[in-house]
């Protein structure tokens, strides 16, 4: 039982430490540490520069191959799916949320091919949710002036101003958590079963932990992030 | 001490009960509503997922306790 609880203790410090890839020395002793989350992001960011390259390949108007109608359709439901959430007036913001969906997809499903995700890295995630709250208020203050977005705090009476002002802390930290929580719960769901029974039954849990959950949490945190800037700039 | 630090971690994660009931509650009235008006699924499913997201949180926020706890007390 000792030697599980060890096991289970040791896999979870490995998981939440960020290892040290390689460091740049900056000359004056001191160095700039890159950590493995930072790499596989650059491998994730290459292998969709290249896939989305090869896809919008030889375009036509007429004779539709297979490949294009499967790209259309795909970038039209993401269309309308922005659409819908967004608002008229935050359309404008549909491809950095186009681009954040399908970083956060991939890197939630690319511990498949060995990788570690980066999104088990806390700090990937509250970059990701500091640039969502950043977004949000720049959408509020663009559409209101700064005026009218600090008149908005104090919407719809003026005595909900404070849990107004704390959900701008509270936005990004929930946003955050909940995209860490649910990819190192999963992983730590799937370590559990591993140990328990190691054939078989693990292949079955991983579709959905792996596969499923990676992509629902991809779809949550772009829909939530579209939501917040539909409200603000309402 | 162990055992105590595995007692705390587990009364955490209790938290997911909570979650659980508040999904499961949604989801049926969901699954109702659509059966009722099935031309508005789309917008139903949607909320429904919001819904889902934010009662969660709850549950992850409690499995983030009982990681920190087994970590920081082990």
């Known amino acids: 039982m000792d030697a599980f609880v060890e096991k289970l203790v040791d896999g979870l410090n490995e998981e939440l430490e960020c290892e040290t890839v390689f460091s740049i020395p900056l000359g004056n002793g001191h160095s700039i540490p890159?950590?493995?989350s930072v790499v596989v992001t650059w491998i994730i960011i290459v292998a969709?520069?290249?896939?989305?390259?090869?896809?919008?390949?030889?375009?036509?108007?007429?004779?539709?191959?297979?490949?294009?109608?499967?790209?259309?359709?795909?970038?039209?439901f993401l269309r309308?799916?922005?659409?819908?959430?967004?608002?008229?007036?935050?359309?404008r913001y549909m491809p950095y949320l186009m681009t954040v969906i399908l970083y956060i997809g991939v890197a939630n499903v690319i511990g498949l091919f060995g990788f570690k995700p980066p999104t088990k890295d806390m700090?990937?995630?509250?970059?990701?949710?500091?640039?969502?709250?950043?977004?949000?208020?720049?959408?509020?203050?663009?559409?209101?002036?700064?005026?009218?977005w600090i008149k908005g705090f104090a919407?719809?009476?003026?005595?909900?101003?404070?849990?107004?002002?704390l959900e701008i802390f509270i936005r990004p930290l929930s946003l955050c958590m909940r995209l860490f929580g649910n990819v190192l719960g999963a992983f730590v769901v799937m370590e559990l079963i591993k140990l328990c029974i190691p054939v078989g039954v693990p292949t079955v849990f991983s579709l959905y932990f792996d596969?499923?959950?990676?992509?629902?949490?991809?779809?949550?945190?772009?829909?939530?992030?579209?939501?917040?800037?539909n409200e603000a700039t309402e | 001490m162990t055992s105590l630090v595995a007692l705390g971690a587990g009364i955490a994660v209790l938290t997911g009960a909570g979650a659980g009931i508040g999904i499961g509650i949604a989801t049926s009235k969901a699954v109702e509503s659509i059966a009722r008006q099935?031309?508005?699924?789309?917008?139903?499913s949607s909320s429904l997922l919001l819904g889902c997201a934010l009662a969660e949180a709850t549950a992850v926020y409690g499995l983030v306790v009982a990681i920190l706890i087994i970590l920081l007390l082990k």
Not at chain 1, 52 to 70: G, P
Not at chain 1, 80 to 91: C, I, P, S, T, W
Not at chain 1, 135 to 147: D, F, N, R, S
Not at chain 1, 211 to 229: H, K, R
């Open chain 1, 48 to 76: 969709l520069i290249v896939i989305s390259k090869l896809l919008v390949r030889n375009l036509t108007i007429d004779h539709v191959s297979k490949k294009q109608l499967a790209l259309e359709s795909g970038i039209g």
């Open chain 1, 211 to 229: 596969i499923f959950d990676g992509l629902i949490q991809a779809y949550v945190f772009v829909f939530l992030t579209s939501l917040f800037i």
């Open chain 1, 34 to 36: 890159v950590f493995e």
């Open chain 1, 80 to 91: 309308n799916f922005f659409e819908d959430a967004l608002g008229e007036h935050g359309v």
């Open chain 2, 38 to 44: 099935p031309e508005a699924s789309g917008k139903i």
């Open chain 1, 155 to 165: 919407q719809p009476v003026a005595i909900v101003a404070p849990i107004n002002v």
């Open chain 1, 123 to 148: 700090n990937v995630t509250i970059a990701l949710s500091l640039m969502s709250i950043i977004l949000i208020e720049y959408a509020g203050i663009y559409k209101k002036g700064v005026k009218g």
